[in-house]
């Protein structure tokens, strides 16, 4: 069965959450459609998401189509968060593209566009709220041509004539192909989406659940499946997180082989180390709840218990560890109350550091102080409230400074 994994990623409130619940529920994955103002959204699961309306943890969901099985990782869309979204993106097979009829091309949807060339992931754009805006489907097109790529084509039309002359301008070998032969086979348009010569657009409304089928239509014919070796093993972890019981949990993507429970699993960590692990437990999550998994096959995201040393960006078996574009921009000292040990503190936070390598999170013993490197004003804010909740620790940020 083809196994394919495809990230959701959009600029904060162009509906990438919605989106992908009403993919979800067009699907048949989930039987009732959640709204993020309403705080029922099946991915937006953590209180902190629910109350402030916005996703900070990517999560990931699984959904059924004629073709095969398509694992949704729904990522961050604040800019204070676009580091654990560029972690996701390096375990997706295809990235849809969100944007935003009423804002059209942001400079955050630039950046993600940026992640996307550079990482080549083939990419889907679904253009949303066409419903309240006030712009034409050929308006919207024009700018995504001129703000993205010229090979941003309008998938959404139907196959006729003009569909297939606008796919053929927009790669070599399909204006062979249709100069030949005045059409264009599906399978020619997969390679090309999967070269990313061609970027297949869609216009609707998630909210009011219009050109959601049509959309998933789409993927379904366009999506290549991914080729994975069977006698070499291979992973990529992209999130480190902790569950309900507290207990440490790698987010991977399977690459080449498999793996079961009870395995052994040797590598090396960032700093050089080699260790070796026996794997306690894996499991499939779909937003938040989870099911045993026997053994893990290529494509497959899943969850592994019992590894104290990985990190996200590590490679295991033939991957290469992975290395991220986007960093902090700001840097800051945590305050406490008077008579709190930082050194303690610092001891306490340590699985923070782990689940977000990119917060630098550092003690300096000459100083007594904890520094800490963040995006922004909203992740600061966030981050005070996870300390609090999560750790008991109460403190305040200084003013920060540029890095």
């Known amino acids: 069965m083809r196994q394919t994994v495809i990230g959701i990623v959009a600029h904060v409130d162009a509906g990438k959450t919605t989106l992908t619940e009403a993919m979800l529920y067009t699907s048949g994955a989930i039987d009732k459609l959640g709204r993020v103002d309403k705080r029922d959204a099946f991915l937006d699961t953590h209180s902190l998401e629910r109350e402030r309306g916005i996703t900070i943890f990517s999560k990931m969901a699984s959904m059924e ?30 990235a849809i593209l969100v944007i935003s009829a009423t ?67 927009s790669d070599v070998k399909l204006m062979e192909e249709y100069f030949d032969g005045g059409t264009i086979s599906t399978d020619s348009i997969r390679q090309a989406i999967r070269r990313r010569t061609l970027f297949p657009c869609y216009f609707g409304s998630a909210l009011k659940l219009k050109g959601v089928d049509v959309f998933l ?10 080729e994975y070796p069977s006698d070499m093993f291979g992973a990529r972890i992209y999130k480190i997180d902790r569950d309900a019981q507290g207990r440490r949990v790698a987010f991977t993507k399977i690459t080449g082989g498999s793996l079961a429970p009870k395995s052994l699993i040797s590598y ?22 989870s099911s ?43 305050k406490f109350k008077e008579g709190v040990d930082p050194y303690e503190v610092f001891m306490r936070l340590s699985p923070l550091a782990e689940e977000d390598p990119s917060l630098g999170l550092t003690y300096n013993e000459s100083l007594k102080e904890i520094r800490l490197s963040l995006m922004g004003d909203i992740q600061r804010e966030i981050l005070t409230d996870i300390l609090k909740e999560r750790f008991g620790v109460e403190c305040e940020f200084d003013e920060g400074r540029i890095l």
Not at 68 to 90: K, N, Q, Y
Not at 217 to 226: A, F, M, S, T
Request: some cysteine; charged content about 30%; hydrophobic content about 35%.
């Open 65 to 94: 189509l004629a073709g095969g099985r398509v694992t949704l990782i729904d990522t961050p869309g604040h800019v204070d968060f676009s580091c654990e979204c560029e972690r996701a993106l390096s375990v997706e097979d295809y």
């Open 103 to 169: 804002d059209g091309v942001t400079a955050h949807t630039r950046t993600l566009w940026h992640l996307l060339s550079a990482r080549r992931i083939p990419t889907f754009i679904f253009v949303n709220k066409c419903d309240i805006a006030d712009r034409r489907r050929q308006d919207l097109l024009a700018e995504l041509r001129v703000a993205l790529s010229p090979s941003c084509q309008d998938f959404s039309r139907g196959e006729d004539e003009e569909f297939f002359e606008g796919v053929a301008g």
């Open 217 to 226: 239509d789409g993927i379904n014919k366009y999506v290549e499946e991914i």
């Open 268 to 289: 090396k960590t960032k700093s050089g180390e080699t260790r070796e692990e026996k794997i306690e437990e894996i499991r499939l999550f779909d937003g938040d709840k």
């Open 292 to 334: 045993p998994l026997k053994l893990a096959t290529p494509g497959v995201v899943c969850a592994i218990y019992g590894t104290e040393g990985t990190e996200a960006g590590m490679g295991l078996g033939f991957e290469h560890n992975d290395s991220s574009m986007l960093a902090p921009v700001l840097n800051y000292s945590l």
